[in-house]
């Protein structure tokens, strides 16, 4: 008796036979194509209309046709099984509690564990969501970075920081593996105890709300000059839209609007693009400088914090199906990540020259449709964006300040807390919106910094380090860390004392 086809067979088979259908006698496309009234008589009658029903999109379609020759579930590919929305929607819960700070957080009983690895993350979605993480708004600033450090000094510098990042990142999933914590203050923990998880506490929580900050300032910039406005009554406007999205406990209700932000955010790169290449087409490039010494120190904190999507890495992996294979996903995504930085950044700046704005942005021609739509939508896509950065550090402040509460217990408490904190951001938006580049640079050197070049090889030498070549590299990169730390804050309070 013959050995039946294996289920893996039966299902690549299947696959096989369904294509062949549409490219022959099912679906006769070159027909349509000469023949217009081959779309009503002679094939899939109302398929228009069927896709727009439950079951409809192809992989429904694949599903039912396997089940109709045999196929058991569990012999089909789980891509074949799981909706769309599910994939959709670890796009859009990016920045949720645990992604930044390696915790579930229960909404019911206010406790939060740490991530435990193990997840359902293919490739595709894994190459998206560090996409995601490291793509954002702070790509917008470079242009108007590099004009404070000049055009050599700033390419080959970013060049650096996003190397040095890379190795850090590299030292931290070594951390990973050898403690099996997907905690970054977890590891902080296991490395030098109590004092290493509240540094990286108080590190992610005051990156992330110099990251709200900062959308609060670009909001209130690209919106004051669009319409005439002033800053304080853009701020005002955005507090009045902002309290109640931050008084969201569960943030899968802001599914659809995040990922409408990011497809804004990504429709706001490609016009930028454009627009550099017109102008570098149409126009004469105006000099630049190759070094400014006096001034390039607030480069090097904003370059620190265009790498903010660091913290976002360890989540990612841990909600890897093979979290072995992070590493060779992780490098051609960052290399391409790296050079993309390089290219806007230098694309701008050698645009405008020494007249870009810390925003590129506003740089766009005026009185343009297509470039308000940008600023009009870049601008919602950060107010979407805005709770998934701010909640993550507000739960941290809440549970330090009211402890462990159920879920209805200090509600109110709650929202007038976090009332209190969106007023304060505004404030010192209010403020740093003068003095936004230096506002960048503090957030990139005394925030992010830490979390990028110091914290990972100062954990690395405490739990993985076995040579002295090893330490040797980790603590030159911890000194090297504090030393761009304590450089850009000199020279950054120094620019703002004489300014």
């Not at 766009?364 to 979407?384: F, S």
């Amino acid at each position: 008796m013959e050995e039946g086809p294996r289920p893996d067979c039966t299902v690549a088979d299947l696959h096989r036979h369904l294509l062949s259908e549409v490219a022959t006698d099912k679906f006769p496309i070159s027909r349509l194509k000469s023949d217009p009234s081959g779309r009503s008589s002679t094939t899939n009658p109302g398929g228009g209309a069927k896709l727009k029903q439950p079951g409809g999109f192809r992989r429904a379609f694949l599903r039912d046709e396997a089940e109709k020759r045999g196929v058991g579930l569990a012999d089909m590919p789980i891509s074949w099984l799981r909706d769309l929305k599910v994939d959709l929607r670890r796009l859009s819960r990016l920045g949720y509690f645990h992604n930044v700070f390696g915790m579930t957080f229960n909404e019911d009983s206010g406790q939060c564990q740490e991530l435990q690895a193990g997840g359902t993350l293919g490739t595709v979605s894994t190459v998206l969501l560090l996409l995601k993480s490291f793509v954002g708004t702070g790509i917008l600033f470079l242009p108007g970075a590099m004009s404070q450090g000049g055009w050599c000094f700033s390419g080959v510098l970013l060049f650096c920081v996003g190397l040095a990042s890379a190795v850090c990142i590299r030292l931290l999933m070594e951390c990973v593996d050898k403690t099996g914590s997907s905690s970054f203050a977890g590891i902080g923990r296991r490395a030098i105890g109590s004092a290493g998880d509240y540094a990286v506490q108080v590190s992610l929580v005051l990156s992330q709300f110099g990251t709200c900050i900062a959308y609060m300032i670009f909001i209130a910039r690209l919106l004051s000059k669009l319409f005439g406005w002033s800053l304080a009554q853009v701020l005002l406007g955005q507090v009045i839209v902002l309290v109640p999205m931050n008084w969201i406990r569960k943030l899968e209700k802001l599914e659809f609007p995040t990922l409408v932000a990011d497809a804004l955010i990504i429709f706001g790169l490609g016009a930028a693009i454009m627009y550099f290449g017109e102008a570098l087409h149409d126009g004469d490039r105006p000099e630049v400088p190759d070094f400014k010494p006096a001034t390039c120190g607030l480069f090097i904190g904003t370059a620190v914090f265009t790498f903010e999507g660091i913290p976002y890495l360890l989540p990612i992996r841990a909600s890897m199906q093979k979290p072995e294979q992070f590493a060779r996903i992780f490098q051609p995504v960052f290399a391409f990540v790296l050079l993309f930085f390089l290219f806007f950044g230098l694309c701008g700046y050698l645009t405008y020259g020494d007249a870009v704005q810390p925003v590129v942005l506003e740089n766009l021609p005026q009185n343009n449709a297509l470039v308000t739509y940008v600023k009009v939508g870049y601008c919602g896509a950060l107010v979407c964006s805005f709770p998934l950065v701010f909640l993550p550090a507000q739960r941290i402040l809440e549970l330090w300040t009211f402890g462990v509460t159920p879920k209805a217990v200090k509600k109110h408490q709650k929202n007038a807390f976090r009332t209190l904190v969106t007023c304060c951001c505004a404030a010192v938006a209010l403020y740093g919106g003068a003095y936004f580049a230096e506002f960048l640079a503090y957030v990139g050197a005394l925030c992010c910094a830490p979390l990028a070049v110091v914290y990972p090889p100062l954990f690395h030498v405490s739990l993985c380090a076995t040579t002295w070549a090893q330490r040797i590299v980790d603590w030159t990169l911890v000194v090297a860390g504090v030393v761009v730390m304590a450089f850009v804050f000199y020279q950054t309070i120094s620019g703002a004392g004489d300014g």
